[in-house]
């Protein structure tokens, strides 16, 4: 049986890069050939049902080995990476016994993963560190839960003084362009509580999650020949710049929230004089509060549109996922198994709101109450981004004690 790194180093060489201008689903078919070796590789196993849907899920079932009714429990991880920078040809490098140096990365070192910009690495002295080699993403997010999971299959599998109850297996396609839960069937899946594996540092664990809108605002102009344009023409591209000239800077932007401070954020600019458009994703832990950025930028477009009669717009609204905080709050004991499985094994339990969102914010209100559990992936989404082979190896530890705990609190 290949060793847990082994199979993340295998993992991360197959681009699965999912893409959020597609309209099929997967989004990228490439998603498919990571699905395919996961299930051949959980049907070798011994995990029969091990499959791959249309859709490019792979689902399997690890049987219960005890004689209690216990909750099933799903482990889910995504196998797409982002968008935002490639994912061809990642070749990953093993930094064995890191000792706090700079990692400069061979195909480009100009890229130098710094203690300084990444001080998580002077917790890891000693350790196994993952990289890419400075051309593409690493994929740690989240092929790192992805082997984590296959690892813990492994384990209960091999095992059988494990003693746990039946467990479900869920890898996703598309989570990085929020279309990782969109085909999933939650019937099929049959489980009552569900753990991502999708965290970064060590003892971390995630119970809540923003909530999140997406908007698109077209605007319409009047389009008129240049040459010919005077008191005629009402360009929306300008339009749609002055729009954005005008979000919030101090307030309400990425750039300068934190913490549980809410934002709103475009994301993308695109169009003719006759009509352009804006899209912006608005953020918050509270639901509620997402009206209230969603008026910030109606009053904003109204301001505008004063100036411009001849001009109208269009303002759309998507929901995309809510604070799975508001589902888990009813299900104690969902986390109390997590974070004691985490002290057992002598890690210092980490707890803060993630300022994003996660398969397991859609799936919370799905159904399938789901908080988000640490693999080591850091730095995400971008060349520099790192895993600790040793960070990967006791998440797969405190999972299988927290299947144990699951499984030990249930009476017979």
Avoid at 199 to 220: K, M, P, V, Y
Avoid at 245 to 260: F, M, N, Q
Avoid at 389 to 405: F, G, H
């Amino acid at each position: 049986m290949k060793s847990i790194v082994e199979r993340f180093v295998s993992y991360v060489q197959i681009d699965t890069q999912s893409d959020p201008e597609s309209t099929s689903f997967p989004s990228t078919e490439k998603q498919k050939d990571l699905a395919k070796l996961l299930a051949k590789e959980l049907q070798e196993m011994g995990l029969a049902d091990a499959h791959m849907d249309e859709w490019g899920y792979v689902y399997a079932s690890i049987p219960a080995n005890t004689n209690k009714k216990v909750p099933v429990i799903c482990l889910c991880s995504h196998m797409d990476t982002a968008p935002d920078c490639s994912g061809f040809n990642v070749k990953p490098i093993v930094h064995l016994n890191y000792q706090g140096q700079d990692l400069v990365l061979p195909d480009d070192p100009t890229q130098i993963i710094t203690t300084k910009e990444h001080p998580y690495l002077l917790e890891k002295i000693g350790d196994d560190i993952v990289t890419a080699s400075g051309l593409t993403l690493l994929g740690a997010d989240d092929k790192a839960g992805v082997a984590i999971i296959i690892e813990v299959a492994k384990r209960l599998m091999q095992d059988p003084s494990i003693v746990h109850g039946t467990v479900k297996i869920l890898f996703t396609p598309d989570e990085e362009v929020g279309r990782g839960v969109d085909h999933v069937d939650i019937k099929k899946l049959g489980a009552d509580f569900g753990y991502t594996l999708d965290g970064g540092e060590l003892g971390s664990f995630e119970h809540e999650t923003f909530s999140a809108n997406g908007i698109e605002i077209t605007i319409h102009g009047v389009i008129a020949h240049p040459g010919s344009a005077k008191g005629k023409m009402v360009n929306a591209i300008k339009l749609v710049s002055e729009f954005v000239a005008s979000l919030p800077k101090d307030v309400l932007a990425p750039e300068v929230t934190e913490g549980t401070q809410g934002f709103v954020h475009p994301t993308d600019i695109k169009g003719l004089a006759e009509v352009a458009s804006v899209k912006l994703i608005i953020r918050d832990f509270d639901t509620a509060k997402l009206e209230e950025h969603q008026q910030v930028l109606r009053q904003l477009l109204d301001a505008l549109m004063v100036n411009y009669p001849k001009a109208k717009y269009d303002f759309k609204v998507t929901e995309q996922y809510r604070n799975m905080g508001e589902v888990l709050r009813n299900h104690p004991a969902v986390l109390r198994h997590a974070i004691t499985a985490i002290e057992q094994m002598g890690i210092m339990p980490i707890s803060h709101p993630v300022r994003g969102g996660t398969d397991g914010s859609r799936l919370s209100f799905m159904g399938l109450p789901c908080p988000n559990l640490f693999t080591g992936e850091m730095a995400l989404h971008s060349r520099h981004e790192f895993v600790s082979v040793q960070d990967m190896e006791k998440s797969a530890s405190v999972v299988v004690r927290m299947l144990q705990n699951w499984e030990q609190a249930t009476l017979g």
